[in-house]
């Protein structure tokens, strides 16, 4: 069975690459043949992630949104469901060309993550898992498609033709998204290899723990000592509170995406954000404010819902406290509060066009922060995501 639902995980990874391509080719004059199909191949593509879904979970004996691959895909599929209603409400094929690759980034991201089924800890027994966290992951996606149609404005309406603040924070942008590639890339080619490395090293209940990296040690745990012969022992320590193997892994998508970053203008001559500005020309400005500005305001109340409301309700369940204070908790709530500001702004204080789709690439920063940052380095009790 769960060879079954990683079958259709990969068939839908495939079909959203074939429906980007379709996308793209939508962009021409009289390319309404070329959208049609593309929406169809998203349609199947999705179907396919469901049925993985439904049979993992049938497999796990639980919803699968209990570790980072299985919550990460389902963020993924909810990014491609919420764009598929989207779609049939504005009709605009370009968010396709921009919506599934991040799609496709993110379900890419997951994979590099154990994929093993293993059985709950005693605090996730709970039908709240089924409620909070797919709710949260559900409020996510559509906030994701504020980001999507505000990249695209931005993309579009920013002069590429001279050095600002925008074209650089529009180009760092660009750069964190080919990070998540150089992610993918650098941990499938040691996986590959089947590189390990371990440490030793006492953890704060002063017990000794291994810690076997699968990436070559930048930076090894507080007081760790090195136990894999031939492989060196890196100069940097990690602090107690931080998760030196997580770390290890962030540097090195940094280093990877720098790398995937710099062949890629060596080779396009100009920016990254310059050379997709012709595939958006023909979008209208007001329809993409309108979209990121309708994303958010559907999305707000479901993340409402999941992410703080249900969740200070399982925290209760759990943990006998609705709120601790812990990163994962403050990180929603900082959250919550930019796209409360989000909306006054936009409400009260007129923010429309360049400024709202900027806060739109905002808030999705301060959302995979809190996936991959949060859920990587910070320890916590959600440190089992």
């Given at each position: 069975?769960?060879?079954?639902s990683?079958?259709?995980?990969?068939a839908?990874?495939?079909?959203?690459?074939?429906?980007?391509?379709?996308?793209?080719?939508?962009?021409r004059?009289k390319?309404?043949?070329?959208?049609?199909?593309?929406?169809?191949?998203?349609?199947?593509?999705?179907?396919s992630?469901?049925?993985?879904f439904?049979?993992r979970w049938i497999?796990?004996?639980?919803?699968?949104v209990?570790?980072?691959?299985?919550?990460?895909?389902?963020?993924?599929?909810?990014?491609?469901?919420?764009f598929?209603?989207i779609y049939?409400?504005?009709?605009?094929s370009v968010?396709?060309?921009?919506?599934?690759?991040?799609?496709?980034?993110?379900?890419?991201?997951?994979?590099?993550?154990?994929?093993?089924?293993?059985?709950?800890?005693?605090?996730?027994?709970?039908?709240w898992?089924h409620?909070?966290v797919?709710?949260?992951a559900?409020g996510?996606?559509?906030?994701?498609?504020?980001?999507?149609a505000?990249?695209?404005?931005?993309?579009?309406?920013?002069?590429?033709?001279?050095?600002?603040?925008?074209?650089?924070?529009?180009?760092?942008?660009m750069?964190s998204?080919?990070?998540?590639?150089?992610?993918?890339?650098?941990?499938?080619?040691?996986?590959?290899a089947k590189?390990?490395?371990?440490?030793e090293?006492?953890?704060?209940?002063?017990?000794?723990?291994?810690?076997?990296y699968?990436?070559?040690?930048?930076?090894?745990?507080?007081?760790?000592?090195?136990?894999?012969d031939?492989?060196?022992?890196?100069?940097?320590?990690?602090p107690?509170?931080?998760?030196?193997?997580?770390?290890?892994?962030?540097?090195w998508?940094?280093?990877?995406?720098?790398i995937?970053?710099?062949?890629i203008?060596?080779?396009?001559?100009?920016?990254?954000a310059?050379?997709?500005?012709?595939f958006?020309?023909k979008?209208?400005?007001?329809?993409?404010?309108?979209?990121?500005?309708?994303?958010?305001?559907?999305?707000?109340?479901?993340?409402?819902?999941?992410?703080?409301?249900?969740?200070?309700?399982w925290a209760?369940?759990?943990?006998?406290?609705f709120?601790?204070?812990?990163?994962?908790?403050?990180w929603a709530?900082?959250?919550w509060l930019?796209?409360?500001?989000?909306l006054h702004?936009?409400?009260?204080?007129?923010?429309?066009?360049?400024?709202?789709?900027w806060?739109?690439?905002?808030?999705?920063?301060?959302?995979?922060?809190?996936l991959?940052?949060?859920n990587l380095?910070?320890?916590g009790?959600?440190?089992?995501?």
């Amino acid at each position: 069975m769960v060879q079954l639902s990683s079958n259709f995980l990969f068939a839908a990874f495939i079909l959203y690459l074939v429906a980007t391509i379709f996308f793209g080719g939508s962009i021409r004059e009289k390319g309404k043949k070329w959208a049609g199909l593309g929406i169809s191949i998203t349609i199947i593509g999705f179907l396919s992630q469901l049925v993985y879904f439904i049979t993992r979970w049938i497999a796990a004996g639980h919803a699968p949104v209990s570790n980072l691959f299985e919550f990460t895909t389902f963020f993924g599929m909810m990014l491609v469901f919420s764009f598929i209603i989207i779609y049939f409400i504005y009709r605009t094929s370009v968010l396709g060309l921009f919506a599934l690759p991040i799609a496709i980034l993110v379900i890419a991201y997951a994979s590099m993550f154990p994929r093993d089924i293993q059985p709950l800890i005693p605090s996730l027994k709970s039908y709240w898992l089924h409620i909070h966290v797919t709710t949260a992951a559900a409020g996510e996606s559509i906030l994701a498609i504020s980001f999507v149609a505000g990249l695209i404005y931005l993309i579009k309406n920013v002069d590429q033709s001279k050095r600002s603040k925008q074209t650089f924070w529009l180009e760092a942008v660009m750069f964190s998204l080919i990070c998540t590639l150089g992610f993918v890339g650098v941990t499938s080619t040691f996986s590959a290899a089947k590189y390990e490395t371990k440490f030793e090293w006492v953890n704060k209940n002063d017990q000794k723990e291994e810690m076997v990296y699968n990436l070559p040690a930048l930076v090894k745990p507080h007081e760790g000592t090195l136990l894999t012969d031939g492989n060196m022992n890196p100069v940097l320590e990690t602090p107690t509170i931080v998760n030196a193997k997580k770390l290890n892994t962030v540097l090195w998508s940094l280093i990877a995406g720098t790398i995937i970053y710099g062949i890629i203008r060596l080779v396009l001559r100009k920016r990254v954000a310059a050379a997709m500005q012709p595939f958006v020309q023909k979008v209208n400005n007001d329809l993409l404010d309108e979209i990121g500005y309708r994303s958010v305001a559907i999305g707000f109340p479901v993340f409402t819902l999941g992410a703080l409301i249900f969740a200070m309700i399982w925290a209760q369940m759990a943990w006998t406290r609705f709120w601790g204070w812990d990163p994962k908790e403050v990180w929603a709530l900082i959250t919550w509060l930019f796209y409360a500001a989000f909306l006054h702004l936009r409400l009260s204080k007129g923010w429309h066009g360049e400024k709202s789709a900027w806060l739109a690439v905002i808030g999705f920063a301060i959302i995979m922060f809190n996936l991959v940052a949060v859920n990587l380095i910070i320890a916590g009790l959600h440190s089992y995501a």
